[in-house]
């Protein structure tokens, strides 16, 4: 049975370009720059936002849980007692 729920997370665009471009504002100022809609990315990372807290208090199953960013995954001991939820375009 399994022991562990590991919920294995991504980073949104608009999270990416700030950890790329150090502030949101800077992003805003990049995305606009090249024509795109910064309002798109803002509404994307809302919903996931959202959609991450909603699973954490819905997922009380008596089991463990922890969450990664996807970019672990190539070093992350996964047990086989480990139950694997991909969230966001992955899963």
Known sequence: ??????????????????????TRAQAKFYIEHVGG??????REDEVYVRSLEHLHRS????LK???????????????PSDLIVAVGQDG
């Open 65 to 79: 849980l922890q969450q990664i960013d996807r970019g672990f995954v190539p070093n992350f001991v996964f047990a």
């Open 1 to 22: 049975m399994y022991e562990k729920i590991v919920l294995v997370t991504r980073k949104t665009r608009l999270a990416q370009l700030v950890e790329r471009f150090n």
């Open 37 to 42: 809609d910064f309002a798109d990315y803002q």
């Open 59 to 62: 997922v009380d199953l008596g």
